[in-house]
């Protein structure tokens, strides 16, 4: 035993090893801890826009794209925001194992410390529409967002298969007039379904379930309130372009 004492001292006198200060390691973990926190905070971010797809996306309207329920609810996963998701708590695992007492903690523990952390914070995001408001903004800021993790928003912009969406600006006689995200104006027909619904509103989005029967008409079936996938741009913001777009 004294031998090795010895030849360890040694070793220490040869390469003028020296002891690390204490506020060094003691950095070292809060930067672990803190790490941890940034990895949890984005995971949740990432779980409160799944909770937001998974809740506002309409489940039923496969049937107008032609789509198998499975396959539509396949192509409807936000896939984006659970690799997102993964990435974050692979990076949260690798971090809690790093810190003082990380190495105490079997592998399982940390990994359902973090989806649980993750999951609880999302949820409570989700309650003030985090995920909403980063999802739209993402969206209305990146096309390339909206190509690779958009479907859920895009899927109302068919009027091909029967799915309509776009701000209200005008409403009489049966007939409304919407502009879509593509700054497309829309003579919608929607009969006596404007009347008999308050969901129709100059200035808010809505979304029509029908026909296309031109161009630049649509013959409405079914009207659901604006939410995922309309435009949210307020009426005053655009109201300068309207006029020479609708003539």
Request: hydrophobic share 45%.
């Amino acid at each position: 035993m004294a031998e090795i004492a010895k030849k360890t001292l040694e070793k220490i006198k040869e390469e003028k090893i020296t002891p690390e200060p204490k506020w060094k390691f003691f950095l070292t973990d809060w930067a672990y801890w803190g790490f941890f926190a940034f990895t949890i905070v984005f995971g949740s971010l990432s779980f409160s826009v799944i909770f937001f797809v998974l809740r506002e996306s309409d489940w039923d309207i496969y049937r107008y794209l032609h789509h198998g329920p499975w396959s539509f609810t396949l192509e409807l996963l936000p896939y984006f925001w659970i690799a997102s998701l993964s990435f974050f708590l692979f990076l949260a695992i690798i971090n809690f194992h790093h810190t003082k007492h990380g190495y105490r903690f079997t592998p399982t523990l940390i990994v359902g410390l973090s989806i649980l952390l993750s999951a609880l914070l999302g949820a409570s995001l989700s309650l003030i529409k985090a995920g909403e408001v980063l999802d739209d903004a993402l969206f209305e800021n990146y096309p390339t967002y909206g190509k690779i993790a958009g479907f859920h928003r895009t899927v109302w912009n068919d009027p091909e298969n029967g799915l309509l969406n776009g701000l209200v600006i005008s409403k009489e006689d049966g007939t409304v007039k919407i502009i879509d995200r593509n700054k497309k104006v829309w003579e919608v027909n929607c009969s006596s379904l404007c009347e008999e619904t308050d969901i129709v509103k100059i200035g808010v989005p809505a979304r029509f379930i029908g026909e296309q029967t031109g161009s630049n008409s649509f013959s409405a079936e079914e009207i659901r309130p604006g939410k995922i996938g309309a435009p949210p741009l307020p009426l005053k913001i655009i109201r300068p372009k309207l006029k020479m777009l609708i003539n």
